[in-house]
């Protein structure tokens, strides 16, 4: 019992104290006591609870100390009635009144953290790029914001396609193609790369040489005329092994020497593609173009003929005379 004190002065301080959210110390019989919580179920029944497992009961006119099963601080207690209450304290102690104190210590577990993560990984593809490509298989790589335990790719809308990271892609037709890369992080959020369109361009342009021939020219100026068979974003020619010269097409080949030569002509594509025309050999030849000998050979022929026609009718004449003498 806690009598050395004046209870309803006690009682006051008691309540003003923990109302103010501050321990008090109660000093009775040389014994003191820090006490940490008050409720009161009305002016002649109180309960306050405190360190070492302390239990105060107010019943109107003193104070009384109750056997309390722990030794525990009890933080705070709560009355239901008379014969109900509860305190708790550090160590997950409770206690439970029912007319008597009675200790019911509640377990814990251990202490579980988690995180909560709402935001999707970004994805960043760094090949293919927005251009031409002139192989089928082309380097797909990319990188990701965070640790992705799932990855897959569509490839021109196509259904998705998982892989285990950077890859490439193989046999691609030749074209416009769309590529997508999607991940999803350890906590199932999904996220996609922006769109990539690149084109596949493996094939070189064809040329064709029209004008050169093998054969031999009585000029030193000749006409280099060719078709491609593709839109091209360089041409040109080399003679006789020398340097290239590039052109912007058809042209003329001027101050051709005397001799032969030999011509090849190159053409690349916007993808980059280059392609060679077949070697074309052919001579120059400076002097006069000989005089065709059929013009020869009828002029021959036409004169031996006038003068045969002429013979035959001087031959004739003379006969006609010779047959009158006779007569």
Known sequence: MLRSFNPKRSLFVVILSLCLGAPIIMQAHAERLTLWSVFMMGADDGWVVGEAGTIIRWDGNDWSTVTSPTTEKLKSVFMVSDTDGWAVGEGGTTIHWDGSARARNMGYSETKHFTIDTVPPNMELLSPENKTY??????????ASEAIPWISYSLDRKANVTIAGNTTLVGLSGGVHSLVVYAKDVAGNIGSSETVYFTVDPTAPSIFVLSLENKTYYTTEVSLNFTVDDSVSWVAYSLDGKANVTIAGNTTLTGLLDGSHSITVYAMDAAGNTRTSKTIYFTIAQQSEPFPTWIVATTVMSA????????????RKIRKKAWKAEE
Do not use: M, P, Q, W
């Open 134 to 143: 002139t192989v089928t298989d082309v380097s797909f790589s990319f990188t």
């Open 304 to 315: 031996i003929a006038v003068v045969g026609a002429v013979l035959l009718v001087y031959f």
